[in-house]
């Protein structure tokens, strides 16, 4: 499976961004990480296969909301009242272990960059 992030850029304090992510196989449990500049890379937001039930970091729960369209292999983040410490890649994976929130099949992610 390879996936493919898209939809960051440059953006200010308070405004929101959708980001994409789109499989080229089928998929199961999705989530999306981030990795800020100088930090490990860290667990955002997660879907189960059905997309009934969901997962958030704490420091992004409320603002940020993952959605998935499998009729299309797409996995969103739909991320608002965005914060400059939102700053990072973003990187979608397939979530191998669900209660761990680990990860696989990383595709190339996708800079968000929130200024002040």
């Known amino acids: 499976v390879q996936l493919q992030a898209s939809g960051g850029g440059l953006v200010q304090a308070g405004d929101s961004l959708r980001l994409s992510c789109i499989a080229s196989?089928?998929?199961?449990?999705m989530g999306w990480f981030r990795q800020a500049p100088g930090k490990e890379r860290e667990f955002a937001a997660a879907?189960?296969?059905?997309?009934?039930?969901?997962e958030y970091a704490d420091s992004v729960r409320g603002r940020f909301t993952i959605a998935r369209d499998s009729a299309k292999n797409t996995v969103y983040l739909r991320m608002t009242s965005l914060k400059p410490e939102d700053t990072a890649v973003y990187y979608c994976?397939?979530?191998?272990?669900?209660?761990?929130?680990?990860?696989?099949?990383w595709g190339k992610g996708t800079l968000v960059t929130v200024s002040s």
């Open positions: 994976a397939a979530i191998t272990n669900w209660a761990r929130k680990e990860g696989a099949y």
């Open positions: 879907i189960n296969w059905s997309g009934d039930m969901s």
């Open positions: 196989g089928p998929t199961f449990s």
